[in-house]
T-cell receptor, first 112, second 116 residues
């Protein structure tokens, strides 16, 4: 079993839709949770990070962490064609190592 | 400010040939990472440097892979000899001392390797 599981998609939605992306994990020691966005043939870029359980909002994006269920989510409101990319969840144990464990990524296509 | 620079962007070689990838991190970033990304998968850490010291190379296949970071700045990842299964994207990333637990790594665009 992988430490981090993510539905690979692909996910296709119409412009303006609300998108929900999810990851589950098995190791309760994970403390920090991130979402990276990766456009085709580009490197990943950090979108949001959260610590422990709770919600964090940044514009159209909301990250949610439920440590009791070992489940994290990223919600995108009013999705735009420019949001079309692969979304990777990532997490680490905290401390100084900053070693990230990535999910497999979910490919999202927002149709205009 | 320039981002992480990698070269070459694309490389096609025949199996058993050697190949090398180069990475120039963001200026001032003391931590440098090499990740492997297979098609449809998330990045997997190969090696992490703190300055010029390799502090985590547990996932690096040392029989054919080697890496160095001379003077704690640029880094080179080498594969010799390459195998068909090495076809993937090799991502370099860097972070600064203040990144702490935010997980903010800055990635380059990657070097896409095809082994024939």
């Amino acid at each position: 079993q992988k430490e981090v599981e993510q539905d690979p998609g692909p996910l296709s939605v119409p412009e303006g839709a609300i998108v929900s992306l999810n990851c589950t994990y098995s190791n309760s020691a994970f403390q920090y949770f991130m979402w990276y966005r990766q456009y085709s043939r580009k490197g990943p870029e950090l979108l949001m990070y959260t610590y422990s359980s709770g919600n964090k909002e940044d514009g159209r994006f909301t990250a949610q962490v439920d440590k009791s269920s070992k489940y994290i989510s990223l919600f995108i409101r009013d999705s735009q064609p420019s949001d079309s990319a692969t979304y990777l969840c990532a997490m680490n144990y905290g401390g100084a190592t900053n070693k990230l464990i990535f999910g497999t990524g979910t490919l999202l296509a927002v149709q205009p | 400010e320039a981002g992480v620079v990698q070269s070459p962007r694309y490389k096609i070689i025949e199996k058993k040939q050697p190949v090398a990838f180069w990475c120039n991190p963001i200026s001032g970033h003391n931590t440098l990472y090499w990740y492997l990304q297979n098609l449809g998968q998330g990045p997997e850490l190969l090696i992490r440097y703190e300055n010029e010291e390799a502090v985590d190379d547990s996932q690096l296949p040392k029989d054919r892979f080697s890496a160095e970071r001379l003077k704690g700045v640029d880094s080179t990842l080498k594969i010799q000899p390459a195998e068909l299964g090495d076809s993937a994207v090799y991502l370099c990333a860097s972070s600064d001392r203040l990144a702490g637990n935010t997980g903010e790594l800055f990635f380059g665009e990657g070097s896409r390797l095809t082994v024939l």
